[in-house]
């Protein structure tokens, strides 16, 4: 299963404040980010119930407030949920880290509930791109290499 509290704590500040520093900003005195560290079972129904898919992702996101990249940072950012088996699975496939891949689905989250998307090749370059330099200020390698 998950790590314990404090483990996932560290890695989830260090990528909140990956993320920040990647946007060429500075991290908010105060806001609050919720994260539900669970399984697929549990990620597939939010999955089914809030996006229409029958199956279990690795990671989903729900936005407190709506916002646009480069808003002020609300003062609750949302949820970001982590399928424990989906991001196990994925790592091993990929031949990463689990701590690695659990750290950029964490940051992809965090870019999800700061505005960016990658609903087209556009959008989806820009917020890969922040992804790679968050993750490499962190000296984890390109993902998706």
């Known amino acids: 299963g998950w790590a314990g509290e404090a483990a996932l704590r560290a890695v989830a500040e260090r ?10 900003r500075d991290a908010p005195d105060e806001t609050e ?22 199956k279990p992702t690795n990671v989903l996101s729900f936005p407190a407030f ?3 990249p480069g808003d002020p940072v609300p003062p609750m ?6 399928a424990f088996e989906t991001v196990g699975a994925e790592a091993t496939l990929e031949e990463k880290p689990f701590d ?7 940051v992809h989250g965090l ?3 700061l505005g960016h998307d990658h609903e087209d090749e556009e959008d989806a370059a820009i917020m890969e791109g922040l992804e790679r330099a968050a993750l490499a200020r962190l000296a984890i390698p390109d993902p998706y290499r």
Do not use: P
């Open 15 to 24: 990528a909140a404040a990956a993320v920040f520093a990647a946007l060429g």
């Open 33 to 54: 980010l919720s994260l539900l560290f669970t399984d697929d079972a549990h990620v597939r129904v939010l999955n089914r119930d809030w996006r229409g898919k029958d």
């Open 66 to 68: 709506e916002v646009a």
């Open 77 to 82: 950012l949302g949820d970001v949920v982590l």
């Open 100 to 106: 690695h891949h659990l750290t950029h689905l964490i």
């Open 111 to 113: 870019l999800h509930l």
